[in-house]
């Protein structure tokens, strides 16, 4: 959780300070390390508990060693944040699930084995053996000691530092239960008579054991976090995704003329340095010398390559496709525009992370609460003339009902069966966060390249030089199929994209492809060489131009009419004649009107943001429906239209595939993308979409709104059934058979909810229903929830 400073420190010039906090288990706790800076003089500080960051505004004479030291006496760890230094986070992330991991398995196979023999010894004590409840303590003691002490251990520092959380709640209800069971079995007392009829059946006999409900917390809270730990490690994973695009090394030209390989962190403006083919570009610069096409779809997202020569600009992340450049570098470190573009993604995830979870705030209420009620129980008892054992046992209770057996699953089972229906509908659901988000979305904006489109070139239209058409019949200038036989040829001689689709699409048309002979790249212009005896050139109009070949009308007027709808164009001559033209495009997926028609059925508004050309996106926009475009836009730029949407009041969805769409992603109130998108992009997102069919955008919205409304019914019956059952423990009215039955009941409850997911099947008609029925959902889900509250709070008195 991240909140606002509600203070405003002196001005100052020294840039903003970002401390890596460890320790922290919930957004509580973020929030307790973040009112603990801002009560320092001169400082401002936001802590983001998603990725583990505070981000302070100090005034001068504020060190850094004050700041770590006044987070320490918080009962947390703080160093200062070094950018992009992500792979001991990674590890550090990937430990703490493996650690999870490791005490959720023991405590799922031991609480399974002590829940059945337990029951089973309970409900038939003619079943009961000599050292009967010993077996279970042996059973019960790898739970409540080695499995549960992450939750012991964070219990102990809130406790140091005089608060509370979940964890508190349930290491108190682990460590309570176990110890009154362990009396009970070394100093066994009588149950007093209770009455009869249906009162001797709810008093709670002295004698009872509550090491079931031990095991089972335990085994249901170490669930949860193991979730929430996995969803959590992704949050860092993008920004280390996006560190690992930029060089490790470069190599460095000196003064003497040799060439010198050193760290890229070494780097400094100024330098000229060596890019050979196939090698990313160490920092952003300007080439010197050398031409070259460069793969610049990690920073535009866009798959034709650029082609670079001496005085052109090159971008740091950027891959050299072909030639051998010497760069002078511009900007290097954290300058260049990989780092702006991690920098952007930090912020955004800092940002979307402030969403308040419904759980952090009922436990607010919740867990003073429940400890306030046992006090109050405990002291009752006595005062009223009760037995000490007797208010013991009553107060106890308390917290062991409190204990949130179908908390721990509300989450997990929704989660866990909307990720199997999911999978099934070509929907990755990565974190309960996405369906909160989901929730409100009102504008979906798409990306164009990879996500509307194909994400690769391909020949979509091919015109003679007397108008002939691709399934035209054959001229004078030769038949369609004679241009793309002869562009074919030459073009499959070469490694370029746009060579590459023209080869395969003649390939497909017609087969195999004649032999090339002579064959010549030229650079940032075309190629040539010679096929059945022709002398054929195949680029753009100045390559024909400076060959002295003339393009007739028909065919200038095709390709000027092709590169205002945004195509590119490539031209073919034979024997220096032009034969014809080809128009190149990334090809919209055939999903896409589908997907987009379905978003407005369920009254969603659409937007194209692209870094393309405004006249190709206008063109795909009105190809899939969408009317509204924003064109050439740079990633800071998507960054920011995300921002602008979300500062006018609309909640956003954004769907994309690039390393460029990250901050976008990142920024966005619900994150989507596509599975054959960058590994970047993916890390950035809240749902991946696995199936290669935009049809799955609305169903992926529909079904994380289904996914919350389940998740919201499961914690209101989770925080309603202990507020109703707190009352009966509190009055000694709560056999623990019977506890125990009700807290089976209530898991039971949650995880049947949950599997209702596995009956959602979205059909296009069912978007509107689907919408406002989650909506009157949502509804009454919140009325609920402030009953709860209310209830919690009531407890509290």
């Known amino acids: 959780m991240t909140s606002t400073a509600t203070h405003q420190t002196e001005q100052t010039d020294q840039a903003p300070l970002q401390l890596v906090v460890g320790g922290m288990t919930c957004a509580a706790c973020a929030a307790r390390v973040e009112r603990k800076l801002n009560r320092m003089d001169g400082v401002s500080a936001s802590v983001n508990y998603a990725t583990e960051k505070a981000t302070i505004h100090r005034a001068d004479g504020v060190t850094v060693e004050e700041l770590i030291r006044e987070v320490e006496r918080t009962g947390y760890s703080a160093e200062p944040y070094t950018p992009h230094a992500f792979p001991d986070a990674g590890d550090a992330d990937n430990r703490r699930v493996r650690m999870l991991g490791r005490r959720m398995v023991v405590a799922i196979a031991l609480a399974v084995v002590l829940a059945d023999l337990s029951m089973g010894l309970a409900f038939v004590p003619a079943w009961r053996f000599a050292g009967w409840q010993w077996v279970l303590i042996g059973l019960t003691l790898p739970m409540v000691t080695w499995c549960a002490w992450p939750f012991h251990r964070n219990a102990f520092r809130a406790a140091r530092h005089r608060t509370t959380s979940m964890d508190t709640l349930i290491s108190t209800g682990v460590i309570t239960s ?21 009162w001797e059946l709810l ?13 089972g917390v335990t085994m249901f809270a170490l669930a949860g976090r193991f979730l929430e730990a996995r969803a959590r490690r ?6 280390r995704r996006l560190a690992e695009l930029g060089a490790k090394d470069v190599s460095v030209l000196r003064a003497d003329g040799n060439e010198y390989r050193i760290d890229v962190a070494d780097l400094r403006t100024g330098d000229r340095f060596v890019v050979r083919p ?13 031409q070259s096409t460069i793969d610049t779809s990690a920073m535009t997202g866009e798959p034709v390559p650029m082609e670079v020569a001496e005085g052109n600009p090159v971008t740091g992340a950027t891959v050299n496709l072909s030639g051998r450049l010497v760069v002078r570098a511009t900007r290097v470190g954290a300058d260049t525009q990989l780092a702006a573009l991690i920098r952007l993604v930090e912020h955004a995830q800092a940002d979307k992370a402030a969403v308040q979870r419904l759980a952090d705030r009922i436990c607010g209420w919740f867990v003073p609460a429940v400890f306030a009620l046992s006090a109050l129980t405990l002291v009752a008892w006595l005062v009223t003339g009760g037995a000490a054992h007797q208010a013991v046992t009553a107060a106890l209770a308390v917290l062991i009902i409190a204990c949130p057996c179908a908390l721990g699953l509300a989450i997990p089972t929704a989660l866990q069966v909307a990720s199997g229906t999911g999978a099934k509908l070509g929907v990755f659901i990565k974190s309960h966060q996405a369906m909160e988000s989901a929730r409100g979305v009102d504008t979906v904006v798409l990306d164009k390249t990879g996500t509307l489109t194909e994400g690769r070139m391909s020949v979509v239209d091919l015109v003679t030089a007397d108008g002939a058409r691709r399934d035209g019949h054959p001229r ?8 793309l036989r002869l562009a074919g040829a030459v073009e499959d001689a070469s490694e370029h994209a746009i060579a590459a689709a023209v080869a395969a699409h003649a390939r497909a ?6 032999p090339v002979a002579a064959f010549t790249a030229l650079s940032g212009l075309g190629a040539r060489g010679t096929v059945e005896d022709r002398r054929v050139v195949i680029g753009s109009v100045r390559l024909l131009a400076q060959e002295g070949i003339a393009v007739p009308g028909a065919l200038d007027e095709a390709r000027a009419g092709w590169e205002s709808e945004g195509r590119t164009v490539v031209l073919v001559a034979a024997d220096g004649i032009a034969l014809g033209a080809l128009a190149l495009a990334d090809a919209v997926r055939p999903s896409a009107a589908g997907a987009i028609e379905r978003l407005h059925g369920m009254g969603l ?16 926009a009105a190809q899939v429906g969408i009317a509204e475009v924003v064109a050439e836009v740079l990633p800071a730029d998507k960054e920011a239209t995300i921002a602008r949407l979300q500062g006018e009041g609309h909640r956003v969805a954004m769907v994309g595939d690039g390393i460029n769409d990250a901050p976008a992603l990142a920024r966005a109130d619900l994150g989507l993308a596509v599975v054959d998108g960058t590994d970047v992009a993916l890390a950035a997102a809240d749902l991946i979409l696995i199936r290669d069919d935009l049809d799955v955008v609305p169903t992926a919205l529909t079904l994380a709104r289904a996914t919350l409304s389940t998740i919201r019914g499961n914690l209101v019956w989770a925080f309603g059934y202990n507020v109703a059952a707190l009352p009966l423990a509190a009055t000694g009215l709560l056999n623990p058979l019977i506890a125990g039955a009700a807290m089976a009941l209530s898991s039971v409850f949650v995880v049947s909810n949950s599997l209702r997911l596995r009956r959602f099947a979205p059909s296009a008609a069912t978007g509107d229903f689907l919408t406002d029925h989650l909506a009157d959902a949502d509804d009454a889900d919140d009325a609920a929830v402030r009953e709860a509250e209310a209830g919690a709070r009531g407890g509290a008195r």
């Open 605 to 620: 508004r659409t937007l194209l943001l692209t870094g393309d050309n405004a006249a190709t996106a206008r063109a795909v």
């Open 476 to 483: 004078a200038g030769g038949s369609p199929a004679d241009v």
């Open 234 to 239: 992704s949050s860092g994973a993008v920004l």
């Open 203 to 215: 008093s709670a006999p002295d004698s009872a054991l509550y090491l079931d409900v031990a095991g």
């Open 278 to 290: 196939g090698e990313s570009i160490a920092a952003d610069g300007q080439v010197e010398s050398g």
């Open 178 to 198: 176990t110890c009154w069971s362990l009396y009970v079995i070394v100093f066994p007392v009588d149950a007093a008579p209770a009455g009869t009829g249906v």
């Open 509 to 514: 048309e017609l087969g195999d492809l004649p």
